[in-house]
Structure formats: structure tokens, C-alpha cells
């Protein structure tokens, strides 16, 4: 998505351990149109896939996975890292490994959110190693959901998430695939 790519070479900052910093418009402040340009990029991707709900990890994937539901005119149902002293009733757990905080977090979606009549489009902001993807994937099948795919809004490529999804037969769209920090910013396909 040249739109997302341009906003990256702009306003991105490559940090030492590959990580890459959006916190301008992604993460930290949102820019919404941009956001809505995403959430109508995974519509036009998985249009025929009948998706009943998006699927994200808070709290970066809730802006791209809920401008993504409402364009698909679908529920979003966000996992979370700690579970609410709110929280009574059943829910499904994941144990997710971050490596850009080095820590160990518990996900869980309450029971009554997700079922085995749901197709997800799991969305994440991004995909590098893919320990929030394999979370959330974990945690549909415990729900017995279909995913119809998993989309990501940066992808690094060269880290092996990427190539995880792929290899465990799921559908992959990510809208700006980064293949190297090598001497700058070098995105997939790019010469």
C-alpha cells in the first residue's frame, strides 16, 4: 500500500534490534484517515471471505482492526493482556512472548465473543516474529472459529512471522512488507 509505505519513509525511525518506530500515526498518536485507508485496503483484500468478526491483540491492532470491522460492517473483538476484576466469565488464553518489551503476557477473549459460526480476519499492526499472531490463532481455534486470514499492517519479512503464517496455511496480507534495515529502510520488491 504505497500510501502506508510513503507515511513509513516519512515519518518512521529504524531503532537498533530492527525495531521500527510509527508512533507518530500508528501506535501512539493515529492519524484516522490513514487508519480508515487501512481498514478499506483489508476490506478490498478479504471482500470474499465472509468475515464475521476482525480479531486484533491490544492495544496497537484496535485502530487498523476496528477502521477494518466497520468497513466490513462486522464486530471487532480485541484480546487482552490482563484480564478485568470485572471479568467472571470464561475465556480463552494465550500466552504471547514481546520481543520489542521482552516480557511474557497472557491474552484472553471472553468465551461469548467468539464461536465456532465465526469467520475471523485476524488483523495485527505488525508481524515480525509473530508471537501476537500465533496468540491470537491459538485462541480461534480454541473457539473452533474459521480465519478466513491474517492481515498485518507492517510486516518484517526477514523475521519469520511472516513466513510462519504462511507455512501453517493461512492467508497472509500484509500492506507494507519490509525485507531489510540494511542501510536504511528497503521495502519487499523494492530495488
Sequence with gaps: ???????????????????????????????PQLMMAIGEEFKRLFKDCHVTKVLTCEASGIAPAVMAAYQMNVPMVFARKKKPSTLNDAVYWAEVFSYTKKVNNKICVEEKFLSQDDTLLIIDDFVAHGEAVKGMVNIANQAGCKIAGIGAVVAKTFQGGSEWIQDHGYRFEALANIDSFQDGLHFLGEE
Design 1 to 31: 500500500m504505497k500510501l502506508l509505505e510513503d507515511r513509513i519513509k516519512k515519518d518512521g525511525e529504524v531503532l537498533p534490534g530492527d525495531v521500527l518506530k510509527i508512533n507518530s500515526f500508528l501506535n501512539h498518536q493515529v492519524d
